[in-house]
């Protein structure tokens, strides 16, 4: 089964290069490997219009997946469950799941601290948990604001936070499981060449014979990588697939365009064989 996948990033802080979006790097290497397809990333302000819009569109792609990060907290920029709300054309309510999510949280963060575990449920930690109505919220085993899970018209929306070790958190232990069924035996693998004596516009014609040749392998080049005293260009050579034996493939394919490259005046370097199992 093809999973295809769509990321969504939610913080001004982004848009403005205060914070590197290491969220869609992170999310992007795990999905991937897991043997599903990245289609998009997106990266939007805190702002209702464009964070429901952002989802609605994601859903008219009929994406298997549409992960959001961000904007789970209490403060007010924090719009994203406003915002999956209005996507949905749901009303926001107090979870009471989410609430005492929320609440035990606090309390176990302040026995850390020695702390009264007398907890206030204020206004500000209630808005962690006010949550579109029929959603379900999922544990955060790291921070205090929950994530969110719902199935909408054929996707799995998952709302995750934004701070980077609770958005693993829970990707590793919610998602990817989901993400790995849904996959079932398919493998992604990759292997590079670092390519000397040879300029990628040569490149070129060589890698559409070589992918005519193998079907489902994917050959892209990435010049001027290395340092100036020690350029290469790099071929990097991926396939996604559920049929026996991927790795032959694949080994096969580097071997011919690893031979092409050496006839026509090149050197070529074969880096280790990767190979990602579900």
Not at 211 to 233: D, L, Q, R, W
Request: neutral net charge; glycine residues 8%; charged residues 20%.
């Amino acid at each position: 089964m093809t999973v295809d996948v769509e990321i969504i990033c939610i913080g001004n802080e982004l848009l403005i290069g205060k914070i590197m979006n290491t969220n869609s790097h992170w999310l992007a290497t795990k999905v991937t490997n897991l043997g599903a397809n990245v289609q998009r990333i997106t990266v939007i302000q805190d702002n209702l219009s464009e964070i429901a819009a952002a989802i609605n569109e994601a859903k008219a792609r009929k994406q298997t997946f549409i992960i959001t990060t961000g904007g789970l907290g209490p403060t007010f920029d924090d719009m994203t469950l406003q915002g999956v709300a209005r996507a949905l054309g749901r009303k926001l309510e107090v979870n009471p799941y989410a609430l005492e999510m929320v609440k035990q949280r606090c309390i176990e963060y302040s026995k850390r601290r020695g702390w009264s575990t007398d907890i206030e449920l204020t206004p500000s930690r209630v808005k962690m948990a006010k949550f579109p109505e029929k959603t379900q919220p999922i544990t955060n085993p790291i921070g205090t604001a929950p994530g969110l899970k719902v199935e909408t018209d054929g996707a799995f929306l998952f709302v995750l936070p934004g701070v980077p070790a609770e958005m693993e958190a829970i990707f590793t232990q919610t998602i990817a499981p989901l993400i790995k069924q849904l996959v079932g035996k398919g493998v992604f693998c990759q292997k590079s060449i670092m390519v000397k004596g040879i300029i990628e516009s040569s490149l070129a014609p060589l890698i559409d014979q070589v992918m005519a040749k193998n079907e489902g392998v994917y050959i892209k080049s990435h010049a001027a990588m290395g340092t100036k005293s020690n350029p290469f260009t790099e071929l990097h050579m991926t396939m996604r697939t559920d049929e026996p034996n991927p790795q032959e493939k694949l080994a096969k394919a580097a071997k011919e365009i690893a031979e092409l490259i050496e006839t026509n005046g090149g050197k070529a370097v074969v880096e280790p064989y990767v190979l990602e199992n579900l």
